[in-house]
C-alpha cells in the first residue's frame, strides 16, 4: 500500500510542487491538499492519510496547534512538519505538539522523501540544521523551567489565549474544541494554578514566564 500524504501548505505553487514531487513515487500518493489549518483538520478526519506534510506558517491555525490538534485526534497521522529556518523557535513547539519529524523548505527532494518514509514507518526525522537547535533548547534553563508548569500542554494553550484576550467561544474555534471543554481545561488550569479568575491565571502565567 503506498504511503497516503496530505500537503498543507498556503502558497498553491509550493503544493503543486510537492504533489508532482512526491506523486512521481511508486509508494506514495498524494490524498489531498489544503491552504489552512482549518481546512487541513477537515479532511484528514475524511481522508485519514498516513502523512501530513504540515508548515508551521498558515493564515488562519498555527501551525502547531494544528499539529497538536492533529496527533490528539488522530494519534495515527504522522506531522512531518515544513518550514523555513527563520522558523527554528517553532522547533521545540511542533515536537511537543507531536511531529514526528521537521525539515527546512530548501530540503532536497530525496531528504524530503526519506522524512516521509521515515515517519510514515513511526520513526523520527529531523533536519541536520534544527538538531543542535533542539538539542541547545532542551537543555536550557527556560527549557527546564517550562518543564516544571503545573499545566498540560492543552491548558497551557488556553492560558496563552486567555492572556492574549479570546473569550472562551474564540478559542474553542481555534482549538477545534467545543466550547464546553474549553471552559473545563481553563478551571482545572486555574485550580492547579491557584488562582480564581482568568485574569488572574494570565497574570500569574505572565509572570512565571510560560506565556
Not at 506523486?23 to 489531498?32: A, K, L, N, P
Not at 532536497?108 to 510514515?120: C, E, F, N, P, Q
Not at 492543552?154 to 489565549?161: D, V
Request: a neutral charge; glycine letters at 8%; charged letters at 30%.
Amino acid at each position: 500500500m503506498p504511503i497516503r500524504v496530505l500537503i498543507v501548505d498556503d502558497h498553491e505553487l509550493l503544493r503543486e510542487g510537492l504533489k508532482s514531487l512526491l506523486s512521481r513515487e511508486e509508494d506514495m500518493e498524494v490524498v489531498g491538499e489544503a491552504a489552512g489549518g482549518r481546512e487541513a483538520v477537515a479532511l484528514c478526519r475524511s481522508l485519514r492519510p498516513d502523512v501530513v506534510v504540515l508548515d508551521a506558517r498558515l493564515p488562519d491555525v498555527d501551525g502547531v496547534e494544528v499539529c497538536r490538534q492533529l496527533q490528539e485526534e488522530m494519534p495515527e497521522v504522522a506531522v512531518l512538519m515544513l518550514t523555513t529556518f527563520s522558523d527554528s523557535d517553532l522547533v521545540l513547539g511542533a515536537v511537543r505538539a507531536g511531529a514526528r519529524g521537521y525539515v527546512v523548505k530548501d530540503v532536497l527532494g530525496m531528504d524530503l522523501k526519506r522524512s516521509i518514509r521515515a515517519v510514515a514507518r513511526g520513526e523520527v526525522a529531523m533536519d541536520p540544521k534544527v538538531v543542535g537547535y533542539l538539542m541547545q533548547q532542551m537543555r536550557s534553563p527556560s527549557a527546564d523551567k517550562e518543564e516544571r508548569i503545573p499545566l498540560n500542554r492543552q491548558q497551557l494553550a488556553i492560558i496563552r489565549l486567555v492572556a492574549q484576550g479570546y473569550t472562551n467561544r474564540e478559542i474553542a474555534e481555534r482549538m477545534f474544541l467545543s466550547e464546553k471543554t474549553v471552559k473545563g481545561y481553563l478551571a482545572e488550569a486555574m485550580r492547579r494554578m491557584g488562582v480564581k479568575n482568568r485574569v488572574e491565571a494570565a497574570m500569574v502565567a505572565s509572570r512565571n514566564g510560560w506565556i
